[in-house]
């Protein structure tokens, strides 16, 4: 028998090439088409930046105008998937938007056609619907009627605006921009993976991107915001950070918001995050959930001696909390963000496709006999 050793969590193994984005693990550097996500986020916003990742290059300003008018013309969904949410609008957020999604996909007339121009088509036309399903269903459920998209709001700042029913503040919806922004893309993460593996049957775009959304889900990956924000209400106060944290690890469990697959130094995104937290939370006058994460992030330094330091969602529920947007639609915000990457992803395995199927070693018994029921 061959020893084979499986690559559990398919860690360091390398499955494709990508142009699309570069994590640089040791120095903790993300590049987005060449372009340092610092860089990006100081002078580029989420429009922008969509456009980088989908068509490889800066816009120019008439590309740009064109691109932002494809957006916002494409941002309403159809009564029937109104309807859908509404009867479901019970159910937590991320199923909610994972079901809408797939029932677009139902009713789309191009949902058959897999080639590029039709798969841009409609994952611009995902990206710019994913906030409109998120807000409708966040007031649906709040027995509140939804709110049409505004045309003379930008991406973000309209995403608040229909789930609010008002414009966000100039700073409230830069706060979303850059979060989008910050969220956009990442590699071969288990949801831009999951959505690749799905393109690789010749799949559509839409059940592509469901499959990212299914796989966001989980407290391993997208849910890991939910869970700081729990921990930090269950952590309370400053003074109470150290003890938590040295119990928590005597007991083996893991600090949600700290860790990654790839990064063993600080995700360069978290730098962001904690900046605007902290603008937020000193406008509010509220420090005492930024005193609280800050204190968890000093009595976890102990572990970064093991490649263990906050990632982009520590900071996350944070920023969301200063702007009203409910715990369990934080994995949401997510998706809004990572839509463009997963579109991206989809593409690229779209236009150089090898069917993903790796394999399993099978270590279970072999030679049983078939037994009949009655005899068992
Ligand atoms: C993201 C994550 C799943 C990556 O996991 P991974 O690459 O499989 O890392 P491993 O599970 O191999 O962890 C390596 C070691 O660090 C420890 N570790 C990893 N993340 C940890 C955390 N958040 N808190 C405490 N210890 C942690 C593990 O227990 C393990 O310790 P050991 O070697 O003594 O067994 C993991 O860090 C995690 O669960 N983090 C919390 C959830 C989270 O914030 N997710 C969002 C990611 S952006």
């Not at 570069?22 to 989420?46: C, K, M, P, Q, W």
């Not at 008002?166 to 830069?174: G, L, Q, R, S």
């Not at 010749?202 to 990212?212: Q, S, T, Y």
């Not at 989980?218 to 700081?228: D, F, R």
Request: hydrophobic share 40%; with cysteine.
């Amino acid at each position: 028998m061959n020893p084979i050793t499986p690559a559990k969590g398919l860690k360091g193994v390398v499955v494709d090439t990508t142009k699309l984005c570069l994590i640089d693990a040791e120095r903790g550097v993300l590049v987005y088409r060449g372009y340092d996500i610092h860089d990006l986020a100081t002078h580029s916003n989420f429009e922008e930046v969509a456009y980088l990742l989908l068509y490889s290059k800066l816009p120019m300003r008439k590309e740009y105008e064109c691109f932002c008018e494809q957006l916002r013309q494409n941002r309403s969904v159809p009564d029937v998937v109104v309807e859908i949410i509404e009867r479901i609008k019970d159910a937590p957020p991320m199923d909610v938007l994972r079901t809408a999604v797939s029932a677009l996909g139902a009713i789309d007339p191009d949902s058959g056609d897999n080639s590029s121009e039709a798969t841009l088509r409609k994952g611009i036309k995902l990206i710019a619907q994913l906030p409109t399903i998120v807000a409708t269903h966040e007031r649906l459920r709040r027995g509140l009627k939804p709110v049409e998209p505004n045309p003379k709001l930008s991406h973000a700042a309209n995403f608040l605006y229909m789930m609010r029913g008002k414009p966000p503040t100039e700073e409230e919806a830069k706060a979303i921009d850059l979060d989008l922004l910050l969220h956009a893309e990442h590699s071969s993460n288990a949801s831009a993976f999951a959505v690749r593996v799905t393109a690789s049957t010749l799949a559509d775009i839409h059940a592509a991107i469901v499959a990212g959304i299914a796989a966001l889900k989980g407290p391993l990956h997208g849910g890991a915001a939910e869970a700081v924000a729990d921990m930090a209400l269950e952590v309370g106060s400053p003074e109470r950070a150290y003890e938590y944290v040295r119990e928590k690890l005597a007991r083996k469990e893991r600090i949600m918001g700290f860790g990654h697959r790839v990064y063993r130094t600080e995700d360069p995104r978290a730098r962001h995050m904690r900046e605007l937290a902290k603008v937020l939370s000193e406008k509010s006058g509220d420090k005492r959930i930024f005193e609280t994460l800050l204190a968890i992030e000093e009595a976890m330094k102990p572990l970064q001696s093991k490649g263990i330091y906050v990632n982009v969602d520590f900071y996350c529920g944070c920023i969301y909390y200063f702007l009203g947007i409910p715990k369990d639609m934080y994995v949401c915000m997510f998706a809004l963000g990572r839509i463009v990457g997963w579109v991206a992803h989809a593409l690229e395995q779209y236009n150089d496709n090898v069917l993903i199927r790796p394999l399993l070693h099978y270590d279970g018994p072999t030679n049983l006999r078939y037994i009949p029921m009655d005899e068992r």
